[in-house]
């Protein structure tokens, strides 16, 4: 196994226990619930999940993966047949924004990129289809979804949009599909068109919260995670295409 060098080492480990430590039996995180979100299960913590599977992976410490399988396979007994996720949002589980859905669908991903299981593949791809299905023409993605994949926002969450498309280009990369590059390059590119590349220093090359910039999430805000999530999508867009 890696070794990383300490502190670093160290903090992973203490942070990896920690977190299969406080998982409830049945794979669920409720013992320290977030302060920026309504207190209830949260399917999206796949996302979490990854950062275990990573540490399982540098360490060999297969009790850390076995927690964040907990974690997801918990999770997917909150996914619909459609692939729409139930507890997925930060404050209404009835119409989850794409960024939540982002955070579920890329930890469901990484759960596949490590246990290779057909089970979990087919679960990511249930929940990519759901999106790509309200992926309009021009790349945009409307902010939120219900249940029936019904778009259930006028304006879009620029930070889903992203990481949404950053997993459609693994899931090319997973099955060749070009579909999902295509995908993946149409939401990135709609992003990139909202961004000012001039003008005032503290905003050019920001990432907006929404579109339009009084949508509901992160209103009138250029939020750190937003340009860190369309450098990510980018980066993977770069290197499908030089695939």
Same mark, same amino acid.
């Given at each position: 196994?890696?070794?990383?060098?300490?502190?670093?080492? $160290? !903090?992973?480990?203490?942070? *990896?226990?920690? #977190?299969?430590?406080? @998982?409830?039996? %049945? =794979?669920?995180?409720?013992?320290?619930p977030t302060p920026f979100a309504v207190h209830d299960d949260k399917a999206y913590e796949t996302h979490v999940?990854?950062?275990?599977?990573?540490?399982?992976?540098?360490?060999?410490?297969?009790?850390?993966?076995?927690?964040?399988?907990?974690?997801?396979?918990?999770?997917?007994?909150?996914?619909?047949?459609?692939?729409?996720?139930?507890?997925?949002?930060?404050?209404?589980?009835?119409?989850?924004?794409?960024?939540?859905?982002?955070?579920?669908?890329?930890?469901?991903?990484?759960?596949?990129?490590?246990?290779?299981?057909?089970?979990?593949? $087919? !679960?990511?791809?249930?929940? *990519?289809?759901? #999106?790509?299905?309200? @992926?309009?023409? %021009? =790349?945009?993605?409307?902010?939120?979804?219900?249940?029936?994949?019904?778009?259930?926002?006028?304006?879009?969450?620029?930070?889903?949009?992203?990481?949404?498309?950053?997993?459609?280009?693994?899931?090319?990369?997973?099955?060749?599909?070009?579909?999902?590059?295509?995908?993946?390059?149409?939401?990135?590119?709609?992003?990139?068109?909202?961004?000012?590349?001039?003008?005032?220093?503290?905003?050019?090359?920001?990432?907006?919260?929404?579109?339009?910039?009084?949508?509901?999430?992160?209103?009138?805000?250029?939020?750190?995670?937003?340009?860190?999530?369309?450098?990510?999508?980018?980066?993977?867009?770069?290197?499908?295409?030089?695939?």
């Open positions: 196994s890696a070794q990383w060098p300490e502190p670093y080492g $160290a !903090a992973m480990r203490k942070a *990896a226990d920690f #977190l299969s430590a406080s @998982l409830d039996d %049945d =794979g669920c995180w409720r013992s320290h999940a990854w950062g275990l599977y990573e540490a399982a992976r540098v360490t060999g410490r297969e009790d850390w993966a076995a927690a964040a399988t907990r974690q997801v396979d918990w999770a997917l007994t909150h996914q619909r047949e459609n692939g729409w996720m139930d507890q997925c949002c930060l404050s209404d589980k009835t119409q989850p924004l794409t960024h939540t859905l982002g955070y579920a669908l890329r930890g469901i991903v990484e759960a596949w990129h490590y246990t290779q299981e057909d089970r979990v593949l $087919a !679960a990511a791809l249930r929940l *990519a289809e759901g #999106l790509r299905g309200g @992926l309009e023409s %021009d =790349g945009r993605l409307p902010g939120a979804f219900d249940a029936a994949w019904r778009p259930a926002a006028k304006w879009s969450c620029l930070t889903g949009s992203v990481q949404i498309a950053h997993s459609w280009f693994l899931l090319f990369k997973a099955t060749g599909d070009t579909a999902w590059q295509d995908a993946g390059q149409r939401a990135n590119a709609w992003v990139r068109r909202t961004i000012v590349m001039d003008g005032d220093a503290h905003v050019s090359g920001a990432v907006k919260g929404s579109y339009p910039v009084d949508g509901d999430y992160c209103r009138f805000e250029f939020p750190n995670w937003a340009a860190k999530f369309l450098i990510d999508s980018c980066q993977i867009e770069l290197d499908c295409a030089g695939s």
